[in-house]
């Protein structure tokens, strides 16, 4: 059947044939063009803005401010932290924050009418590190907020870590930082509006257009119903299209306008003015036993959430959560803080939160092993999670618990590696492991997520869902699973998503999990529907239901006869209209007690281990990957070459946020500063699946979009380190850090 083949992935032949139509390519003649007013430093306070010459200018329309928003300018994507002013209104808090939108008949127009808007701007003291935020005094970023500038904080405790620490056979403390990063996805946010029949249509790539509907309503001052989104075809996300972009300038300007419009950020302003990966410092102090196991951990995590919340509150509580690992610590102390400055927002992005703790933990475990000479890989056999053994939550774990299965299956390559002769002469050669767990979903919180599905008189089927696809390859996982419960052809099955009108909120297409929790709603959808037609069935068959099952095309068991299940949907849509059937799923948690963080998180988690070999360039600095092994327990492969491509994708992208990938504002603004690995800088990837199914998944299946992401930089940073001779607790590692390591003097 359908379930662990490589299906095709939905799609992909429009896509080869440039067919298919992202948010950019969605424009009509006679469509609006619209370009953003943006504040280029910050902070500042907003003295004055004139718009007269901008409106002076042949073609423009009509040019917007905060005053012209009918609803409410604090938006945001977690309730309880809606802060995000889109037009600001009387400070500037983040560079690039726009502050007036131009409506024009052309682009050109749009774009030499925002230019000739004149703002005056008074430059007001600001913070630039979460360390300056939190001091006494400092500057604050929302004046109004009671807590000042932290934004929220998550302690995490559990035994006596300073009796622990005391008692340990040895005891490692380091500092660890990562930094900013932009999620360059290959399309940059764009999308188009109408007013229709006193509703506003809004078509834009996003990955969660149910959230995008309910903030564009708040937005405009009305109820969500008069508020449409569908999802355009979305060219990648990692994370950075969650938050809204172009959305409440569109819908603002059709509104007011009654005018079909449009926007596309270039990529300069993609990159200015969107979400980006939180920077953390985080100080660590790990202790073992003289066999090398844990005893203890002490961390605390301090992380920059920029001028706005966005998903500041998910990644202080998921960082804490993955603070210790993938392994047993049965003493822990974790404190995350997460602070505003005046600086870029920084939101969700591929693992947001536990890329960057990973970094920390897997240096722990590598300075122990160091200091007790132990083997790097055993000393991770020795600490790994186990089934019936307690996360730092005290979440006691059940089925699916891979990583020990990880470690052994790349551990044959890191073995092979280890007997390899150094490299010579200018060359440095080294290795390095990681690992990683990850918790499915939202954190201590519901996040359900709906489908349906449709049988057609026609035979084929509808696939209804809210879940966007944003290139993950959703779409495909979730018609094979449809497919494989009715037992169709996959081909017999169309796709409805990321339309409000037409389909039920799947949550965010975040957190690794839409093939966990839509899947298990898409399986819920086709029980119902199966139900309804065999129903149907007993009674055309005079059978007893029980007895019945589908059968392909048929539905067979009667002591009678069988009966093609076209006949029963066309008999079910002549007596009650569509056969179609609706399903849920909300993944079994509790929520963090406030006070010990203790709890169960999740429903379940993913687990991976990988491995790195490089070479280091001693006169220039230059590292070179040259292998990755990468094992990823995914509970079961629902389509094994979409995995794999996962976790090829994934190790490709950690090699950016290993070496080379820093956002600096003014200095990153592009392509050509900021640097990303290209295919010239891939390794030799050998990516392998593990499958330890998930009791509660569907057919066993949980995630790996975003942890194939996670183990990559730790096991870059250690094969450096091993090159080197030195710790790498800085990412990225770049020139001028490779080369301070080679020189410490320099430092």
Not at 116 to 141: C, I, Q
Request: a neutral charge; charged letters at 20%; hydrophobic letters at 40%.
């Amino acid at each position: 059947m359908s379930l662990g083949s490589s299906l095709q992935r939905v799609g992909a032949m429009a896509r080869a044939q440039g067919e298919t139509r992202f948010g950019a390519d969605l424009g009509k003649p006679g469509d609006l063009f619209l370009a953003c007013v943006r504040a280029e430093s910050a902070p500042a306070r907003i003295r004055a803005i004139d718009l007269a010459p901008a409106l002076a200018i042949d073609g423009v329309v009509r040019v917007f401010t905060a005053d012209d928003i009918p609803g409410s300018n604090r938006l945001g994507i977690i309730a309880v932290s809606k802060d995000h002013e889109f037009l600001a209104r009387q400070v500037v808090r983040q560079p690039y924050q726009a502050v007036a939108l131009v409506a024009a008949e052309t682009a050109a127009a749009a774009l030499a009418g925002a230019r000739a808007v004149r703002l005056e701007l008074t430059p007001l003291p600001g913070v630039y590190h979460p360390a300056e935020a939190l001091a006494e005094g400092a500057p604050l970023v929302h004046p109004q907020r009671e807590a000042g500038n932290l934004l929220a904080s998550r302690h995490i405790v559990k035994g006596d870590v300073t009796a622990a620490l005391a008692e340990s056979a040895v005891v490692v403390e380091a500092i660890y930082t990562t930094s900013r990063l932009e999620h360059a996805a290959l399309e940059p946010e764009g999308g188009r509006a109408e007013y229709i029949d006193g509703r506003v249509v809004v078509w834009a790539s996003t990955q969660n257009p149910h959230y995008d509907q309910a903030d564009l309503a708040l937005f405009l001052g009305v109820e969500p119903e008069q508020v449409r989104v569908v999802q355009a075809e979305t060219g990648g996300g990692f994370g950075g299209k969650l938050d809204l972009s172009v959305q409440p300038f569109l819908a603002l300007a059709a509104w007011h306008l009654r005018r079909p419009v449009r926007l596309v950020y270039s990529r300069q302003e993609s990159m200015a003015a969107t979400a980006k990966r939180h920077p953390f410092v985080m100080r660590y102090t790990t202790g073992a036993d003289e066999r090398g196991r844990i005893t203890a951990v002490k961390a605390d995590l301090l992380a920059d959430t920029g001028a706005y919340a966005s998903y500041g509150l998910a990644v202080t509580m998921r960082a804490a959560v993955h603070a210790t690992g993938p392994y047993l610590v049965p003493n822990l102390e974790v404190t995350c803080r997460m602070a505003y400055t005046h600086t870029q927002f920084c939101g969700a992005m591929r693992g947001f939160g536990v890329p960057q703790v990973a970094l920390a933990h897997e240096g722990q475990v590598d300075a122990l092993a160091r200091r007790l000479s132990l083997d790097p890989l055993e000393i991770r056999l020795v600490n790994a999670l186990g089934p019936g053994q307690a996360t730092a939550t005290g979440q006691v774990l059940g089925s699916s618990v891979g990583l020990r299965a990880c470690l052994e299956k790349i551990g044959p390559i890191y073995r092979e590696w280890q007997k390899r002769p150094p490299a010579q002469g200018r060359w440095r050669s080294g290795l390095g492991l990681g690992t990683m767990f990850y918790g499915i979903g939202n954190t201590g919180v519901s996040n359900p997520a709906g489908a349906a599905l449709e049988w057609r008189p026609d035979g084929r089927l509808i696939l209804y869902t809210g879940a966007a696809e944003i290139g993950q390859g959703s779409d495909t996982i979730l018609t094979q699973l449809a497919a494989q419960r009715l037992g169709v052809d996959p081909g017999l099955i169309d796709l409805c998503r990321g339309d409000t009108d037409r389909t039920t909120s799947a949550g965010a297409t975040s957190a690794s999990r839409q093939t966990y929790i839509s899947g298990n709603a898409v399986l819920n959808a086709a029980e119902n529907l199966e139900t309804l037609v065999l129903d149907a069935a007993a009674e055309m068959l005079d059978a007893p239901r029980q007895d019945l099952r589908l059968a392909g095309d048929l539905v067979t068991g009667a002591p009678g006869g069988e009966v093609p299940v076209r006949q029963v949907v066309r008999r079910l849509s002549r007596d009650r209209g569509p056969v179609k059937a609706s399903g849920r799923f909300d993944p079994d948690f509790t929520a963090l007690d406030p006070d010990t963080g203790q709890g169960r998180p999740y429903a379940t988690y993913a687990f991976g281990a990988q491995c790195a070999r490089v070479r280091v360039d001693t006169d220039s600095g230059m590292v070179q990957v040259r292998e990755v092994a990468a094992a990823h327990d995914v509970g079961r492969a629902v389509n094994r070459r979409a995995v794999l491509g996962q976790i090829t994708g994934g190790v490709v992208m950690g090699l950016g946020m290993a070496l080379m990938e820093e956002y600096e504002p003014g200095a990153g603004d592009n392509l050509h500063s900021y640097h990303m690995p290209t295919a010239a800088d891939a390794p030799r990837i050998t990516p392998m699946i593990v499958q330890e199914p998930e009791d509660s998944g569907p057919y066993g299946a949980k995630g790996v979009g975003e942890p194939a992401l996670i183990p990559t930089a730790p096991a870059v940073a250690a094969a450096v380190g091993d090159a080197l001779g030195r710790p790498m607790r800085h990412l990225p590692i770049n020139l001028e850090r490779v080369m301070a390591a080679l020189t410490p003097e320099r430092e």
